[in-house]
């Protein structure tokens, strides 16, 4: 087994470079953290390259024969690679999955998200979580809306983004193809015109956005929706953060 211990291992800065969407994009790969993201990868059939394990982690995980390379790297390299403090010290190299050009080829016939300008990872691993339980088709991340493989978004899907399609795309093309499918597409805005949830009695099939934290639904896709939808908020609370109410609004639909 080969055996990395030095920073300057051109391995190890190649690796390093998978916490940026460059990095990521130029060699087609990313990097999952942890034995519960690498286990769920497994279970899912990801095309996993390379197994990076510190002694430590080896000692206790003597069977590695269904991974078809393992390195093993010091605790000093496991830091240096992984994005959180005190890392487990076992790593997967996955290949990047094909970008969807034809979203003719997505399930529509159950719910996805549509994730607008979303910028905390802890809210879109939440939501995308969410989604898995409520039995969404897909979760679709839109401009702005950060990465999905960005080290701290797949840490928090925690799993559920292999039970799931997750693509990045243009949401006005998105909703476009939901509509000429027949399937309804929501939007998440207060106003004069939007209807309260639990009395819109929602289809099989339907698209839900989630606008940005601060400034809600872009212009654009708010001009696109079919209905917006509130949720009445009894208390004297001025909103609920957008993994709340988005998980509120697909439970409430999707029944």
């Not at 279970?43 to 991974?67: G, M, R, W």
């Not at 409520?134 to 839109?142: H, Q, R």
């Amino acid at each position: 087994m080969e055996k990395i211990n030095s920073l300057q291992n051109a391995h190890v800065k190649a690796w390093k470079k998978l916490q940026t969407k460059k990095g990521r994009k130029q060699q087609g790969q990313y990097l999952l953290d942890g034995w519960h993201l690498v286990n769920e990868a497994v279970k899912a059939h990801v095309a996993i390259q390379t197994l990076l394990i510190t002694s430590k982690q080896l000692a206790t995980e003597p069977d590695l024969t269904h991974f078809p390379a393992v390195i093993e790297i010091s605790e000093e390299v496991a830091k240096h690679i992984s994005a959180t403090v005190t890392p487990q010290g076992v790593f997967a190299v996955a290949t990047l999955p094909a970008v969807v050009e034809d979203l003719a080829q997505l399930d529509l016939t159950r719910p996805w998200l549509l994730l607008d300008n979303v910028q905390d990872p802890g809210n879109i691993g939440t939501m995308v979580r969410t989604a898995d339980a409520a039995g969404f088709a897909g979760v679709a991340f839109g401009t702005g809306t950060v990465d999905i493989h960005q080290p701290k978004v797949e840490r928090s899907m925690q799993g559920s983004q292999f039970h799931l399609q997750l693509i990045s795309t243009d949401l006005t093309a998105l909703v476009a193809q939901l509509q000429a499918q027949g399937a309804p597409v929501y939007g998440s805005e207060l106003n004069p015109q939007a209807a309260q949830y639990l009395d819109v009695d929602a289809p099989a099939a339907f698209g839900l956005i989630m606008g940005n934290e601060g400034n809600g639904m872009s212009p654009e896709l708010l001009a696109q929706t079919d209905q917006n939808l509130y949720i009445p908020i009894k208390g004297q609370a001025e909103s609920l953060n957008v993994a709340v109410a988005a998980g509120i609004l697909m439970f409430g639909l999707y029944r």
